[in-house]
């Protein structure tokens, strides 16, 4: 044990800095076991991949010895919501009780802080759409006047998804850089300053990968070096980093660079009268356009879209609006650093979509008759989904998974997206960590599969590393009960919804409510809504009020119970009395109509590997895992898991799943389920 890895042991040992000073601390002896290993890849420059189960308390022991190290430490963790939370509540306590007295820092992406050259453009030309929306705009207004960080999350009221955010922060496409007006004021030029002269960082997943994106394409960091990374709730990295290292352009993008052209014209004489129509035929494109994908399905591949003449003559519409945009503009560029940025920002996406309309090679190599891709769409929408059907033929993506990349769409109510995604990467993930010659420590509560970390290895780019696995400490078989109901139709079958309410209300009478109910497709999640409607627990559905407000509403009812789809399967922390059982409809499998999921697929089985084995199994394992993490968040907490899906028991992978749940004590029985609250 190097000497960190002891300091760190002892802090977190009973009697210790952290037992001494920090209220309601408990030794635990798998959190000293993990803050050793964590200190001693610190220590070796080591990369360390550390499962640690719910209660384990992997925050204090990552953060111990990161301190007590004085190394430059990049601290990266999965939401915004846990990065607050980190530096806000945990890192402070730490430090505090072990007397450190190094510097740390807070960065977000700049969308999440005020920009004063747009809420500036903003007032006096934003339109709003109530009276409360424009009560609103006028809090940001005084609260921009006092605020020292200009971090949006100080506003307290403001929903993530508020129409006013992107009137009042700013993107990487129109940001002004050097040449806008407030740089000396610019909140988030003051955040890196600050995070380049900390010690100890704190950002998040999106802000980490976008660092590493860029340094890719030769831009430059936004984060400082450091000589230590932990990435928190690494699970989600491998997903997160696709994007991040793909392209694309969708409607919202672009109707904000026609919003910002035209706000751009108050301050040159004359140029509404060049800038208007241009802005005008770019958003009757995009809503001929849009209107055109209303005969395509949800999400699909570029192929699929390209199919319909409608779509591919909107592209070209599209294209040639933004051309005509782009081309009006440019002389009023010298006029001031907004045209110029506009500029820049039509031709970029102009470029995008062309890339993206025109594919890749891969793309174009498609044909009709793809034996063996017609065959997978039998592997994805059978044996191994829990998706609602209307799957999207995975041959139209087996063609761009040969290539490494899959081109798709996604549309939402009123808009889209077109993106390019890499089905791999490892590669820029391990050479980036390669080149920082820095420690690495990745940890979750769900890395492992069947007890072993291959699966989220590979996606890392990580060749044999330090792993360590420590079960929850939780007494489980104490604490709680795994249901598994008899009976139960196949569950892509027309009854299985009806028929998996009806076996779930006898759990639900026996613990009155009290109940997170996880669906693996939004049409389930509607159709249990309406069953329940009358039942007499008050009910909280996702999507009826934003995600914050839904779970306050529900940890206050005392007994009521929440339904939610896989977005809820992560960030649901509600501990105590209020969630006394978790109920899965069905294992969670990846819906089979995404088009980066079937590519992936492809490219597994054409090197040779098992579709379902390796990439469909392991997911869905650390999926369920996230779920049923859900159940048990203290001590004193009990509860009942009932997973309802009958593969579990009637197929041969149903071992898996269950040996990388924690040692439940497992029923079929509904009497046992009763006993177990009678008792409480």
């Not at 040992?13 to 290993?37: H, I, M």
């Not at 006047?145 to 929903?159: I, K, Q, V, Y």
């Not at 090197?607 to 650390?622: S, T």
Request: glycine letters at 10%; proline letters at 6%; a negative charge.
């Amino acid at each position: 044990m190097s000497r960190l890895a002891h300091a760190s042991h002892e802090a977190l040992s009973e009697g210790g800095a952290l037992a001494e000073r920090v209220d309601g601390f408990v030794a635990r002896p798998a959190q000293q076991r993990l803050t050793a290993a964590v200190a001693d890849a610190i220590d070796q420059r080591e990369v360390l991949l550390a499962e640690a189960g719910t209660g384990t308390g992997k925050t204090y022991a990552y953060l111990v010895p990161a301190l007590l190290s004085g190394l430059k430490t990049i601290v990266s963790t999965g939401t915004r919501a846990l990065q607050d939370q980190l530096y806000h509540r945990d890192l402070p306590r730490v430090r505090e009780a072990l007397g450190v007295g190094l510097r740390s820092a807070l960065l977000k992406g700049r969308a999440n802080y005020l920009c004063l050259y747009r809420l500036n453009q903003a007032k006096g030309e934003a339109h709003f759409s109530s009276p409360e929306q424009a009560s609103q705009f006028q809090r940001i207004v005084a609260w921009g006047g006092r605020t020292r960080a200009g971090d949006m999350a100080e506003l307290e009221g403001l929903a993530d998804d508020s129409p006013l955010l992107p009137l009042v922060t700013s993107t990487v496409d129109n940001c002004l850089g050097s040449e806008c007006p407030f740089y000396e004021e610019c909140f988030v030029v003051q955040a890196r300053q600050r995070a380049q002269a900390a010690d100890l960082v704190v950002v998040n997943h999106h802000l980490l990968l976008a660092d590493l994106a860029l340094k890719q394409e030769g831009f430059g960091e936004i984060l400082p070096g450091a000589q230590a990374f932990v990435i928190d709730e690494a699970h989600q990295l491998p997903e997160l980093a696709a994007s991040f290292f793909g392209e694309g352009f969708g409607m919202r993008q672009i109707q904000e660079l026609g919003r910002d052209c035209l706000a751009e014209c108050k301050q040159t004489t004359g140029a509404l009268a060049v800038v208007q129509a241009p802005v005008r035929a770019l958003e009757q494109a995009l809503r001929e356009l849009r209107a055109a994908m209303e005969a395509l399905p949800p999400r699909g591949t570029r192929y699929r879209a390209l199919t319909l003449p409608a779509v591919a003559d909107g592209l070209d519409v599209l294209a040639d609006a933004l051309g005509t945009l782009e081309d009006a503009m440019t002389p009023l560029a010298p006029t001031s650093p907004g045209f110029d940025a506009c500029v820049a920002r039509a031709r970029d996406l102009g470029e995008r979509l062309e890339r993206w309309r025109d594919g890749g090679a891969a793309s174009d190599a498609f044909e009709e008759g793809d034996a063996e891709s017609e065959a997978l769409v039998e592997t994805v929408a059978g044996d191994g989904a829990g998706g609602d059907g209307g799957v999207d033929p995975a041959r139209l993506a087996a063609a761009a998974a040969r290539g490494g990349e899959v081109y798709w769409y996604e549309l939402s109510p009123r808009g889209f997206r077109c993106q390019r995604t890499p089905l791999d990467v490892s590669a820029p993930l391990r050479a980036h960590r390669e080149s920082s010659r820095a420690a690495w420590i990745f940890t979750s509560a769900t890395l492992a599969v069947g007890g072993g970390f291959n699966h989220v290895g590979r996606k890392l780019g990580l060749f044999d590393p330090d792993t360590l696995l420590e079960p929850s400490p939780f007494d489980w078989p104490r604490q709680a009960l795994c249901y598994l109901p008899r009976n139960l139709p196949e569950p892509n079958t027309r009854t299985f919804g009806a028929a998996m309410l009806e076996a779930v209300r006898p759990v639900l009478d026996a613990s009155n409510g009290r109940a997170f109910l996880l669906f693996a497709s939004h049409r389930a999640l509607r159709e249990a809504a309406q069953a329940l409607r009358g039942a007499p627990w008050p009910l909280f559905v996702q999507g009826e009020s934003p995600k914050a407000e839904l779970l306050r509403r529900f940890r206050e009812s005392g007994n009521g119970v929440l339904l939610g789809s896989a977005t809820f399967r992560e960030g649901v922390d509600v501990a105590g009395d209020a969630l006394s059982v978790v109920v899965i409809d069905k294992l969670p499998f990846a819906a089979p109509d995404d088009p980066v999921f079937e590519a992936r697929l492809d490219a597994v089985r054409r090197r040779g590997g098992n579709p379902f084995r390796d990439e469909q199994l392991p997911q869905a394992v650390i999926a369920l895992k996230q779920g049923v993490g859900r159940l048990i968040r203290t001590e004193s907490d009990r509860g009942v898991l009932v997973l309802c899906d009958p593969r579990l028991t009637g197929k041969p992978y149903g071992r898996v799943f269950m040996e990388s749940l924690p040692s439940f004590t497992v029923t079929r029985r509904i009497e046992d389920v009763q006993a177990f609250f009678a008792r409480a």
